[in-house]
């Protein structure tokens, strides 16, 4: 099962077993340090509980946007969120 199928079946049994959703608003960075020294391809990984979401990847920039909301389904109310900035590596070696 896909990570946006995953996702989408979590959600569908929210209501049944979940306190409520947590929304998070994943808007920009900014001045983010190089990865490795050269350029970087930003992206936001949320972690909740066993829950995982991520952004989008912005490619080539230091300043990215992403404009991202992750949902998360709280099953319990306590937990902790895990947002971390990481950057994927090129596609073709560049």
Known sequence: MGEVEATEAELAAAPAIAH?????LVVEARNLVPAHGIGTNPYVRG????????SRTTWSTL????NCLMEFPVISLSGN?????????PLFGG
């Open 20 to 24: 409520g959703i947590l929304q998070v």
């Open 47 to 54: 972690i909740f509980g066993h829950q995982v979401r991520r």
């Open 63 to 66: 300043h990215p946007a992403w």
């Open 81 to 89: 969120l895990e947002l971390e900035v990481m950057s994927q590596a």
